[in-house]
C-alpha cells in the first residue's frame, strides 16, 4: 500500500495560481503511475493530470491542459500539480492517487488516495 499526503490547496482570485504537492510513501515501488483528480459539490470524481514515475509521460484532461502541468521528483518520492490562469470552475476538492494502470484516467484503476485538498477559485 502507498501512502499518499496532500498540501499546498487555499483560496486564490480568478487568473491565480496554486502548487499542489502528494508525499508518497510506503510500497511506491508498487505504483507506476500518478494521478490528480478532483471532486466538486455534488459531481462525479474526475481526472485532472496523470504522470508516469518511471519515464515522466504525462496526460491531461482537456479542461486543464495548457494551464496545469504534474510533474514528479523521484528523489523526495513527491508528484506536483502547478496550476495557472485558475478558474471558479476549478473549485473542487483536489485528489492524489497511485495506480498502475498507464495512462489511465479511470478511479477504479488507481488503488491508494490522499485525504484531499481543498482549492477554491473565486471570480
Known amino acids: 500500500q502507498v501512502q499518499l499526503v496532500e498540501s499546498g490547496g487555499g483560496l486564490v482570485q480568478a487568473g491565480g495560481s496554486l502548487r499542489l504537492s502528494c508525499a508518497a510513501s510506503?510500497?511506491?515501488?508498487?505504483?507506476?503511475?500518478m494521478g490528480w483528480f478532483r471532486q466538486a459539490p455534488g459531481k462525479e470524481r474526475e481526472f485532472v493530470a496523470g504522470i508516469h514515475w518511471h519515464g515522466g509521460w504525462t496526460y491531461y484532461a482537456d479542461s486543464v491542459k495548457g494551464r496545469f502541468t504534474i510533474s514528479r521528483d523521484n528523489v523526495k518520492n513527491t508528484v506536483y500539480l502547478q496550476m495557472n490562469s485558475l478558474k471558479p470552475e476549478d473549485t473542487a476538492v483536489y485528489y492524489c492517487a497511485a495506480g498502475r494502470s498507464y495512462g489511465s484516467i479511470k478511479v477504479a484503476d488507481f488503488g491508494s488516495w490522499g485525504q484531499g485538498t481543498q482549492v477554491t477559485v473565486s471570480s
Open positions: 510506503g510500497r511506491t515501488f508498487s505504483s507506476n503511475v
